[in-house]
Structures are given as C-alpha cells and as structure tokens.
C-alpha cells in the first residue's frame, strides 16, 4: 500500500523559498509517477508538477521555472522545491501517485496525502 505524508509547508515572505516534502511509508514508490497539487481558498483543486519513474517532469504554466519537482527513490521521497514564491502560490500542496505515467488531472491519480499548508504573505 502506499501511504503518503507531506511535510515542510509553513509560512514565507513573497519571493522567499520553500521546500516541501512527500514521504512514503508503504511500498516503495520507485516505478510510480508522483504528482504535486494544490488548492487555495475558494480555489479548486489544480496540477502543480508531476515526475515519473524516469525522471521526466511536467510543470503548470503558473509554476514554470520557478518551481521543481524531484524524487530519491532510496529514500522513498519526492521533493517539490518552490522558489520566488508569490501570494497566489497560498494552498494546501498535496501529494499524489499512480501507476501510470504522468498525467495532469485530479481523477488520475490513486493514491493522495493528507496535504500541508504552505502561505505566502506579501
């Protein structure tokens, strides 16, 4: 089973940076695609970035070149390090799996975390 815990969410100044974590305590997630999602207030929830078992990645336009996506398989981790983050980038970061290879969609994926709370202020 997979079991995913996200951590390093907190509270940063717009344009500061923030890393946060997605852990897994089941099975080893080396051969899934990880996905990163968020949801801020009064917002649905949307893709933020997504890596597969080989290391391609894909980012939303809102994220691009400012955020990336990383894993260690040794670790059974996966990394979403944000940089010049903004006010808008307020939400709920969620950590997300699935089998198959890297899709952009909420429904796709089949295993979630419970998600942290990550807050720009201006």
């Known amino acids: 089973q997979v079991q995913l815990v996200e951590s390093g969410g907190g509270l940063v100044q717009a344009g500061g940076s923030l890393r946060v974590t997605c852990a897994n305590s089941g099975r080893t997630i080396r051969t899934y695609t990880m996905g990163w999602f968020r949801q801020g207030p009064g917002k649905e929830r949307e893709f933020v970035a997504a890596?597969?078992?080989?290391?391609?990645?894909a980012y939303a336009d809102s994220v691009k070149g400012r955020f990336t996506v990383s894993r260690d398989n040794a670790k059974n981790t996966v990394y979403l390090q944000m940089s010049n983050l903004k006010p808008e980038d307020t939400a709920v970061y969620y950590c997300?799996?699935?089998?198959?290879?890297?899709?952009?969609?909420?429904?796709?994926?089949?295993?979630w975390g419970q998600g942290t709370q990550v807050t720009v202020s201006s």
């Open positions: 997300s799996a699935r089998t198959s290879d890297i899709a952009t969609r909420e429904y796709e994926y089949t295993y």
């Open positions: 890596i597969n078992r080989w290391g391609n990645t």
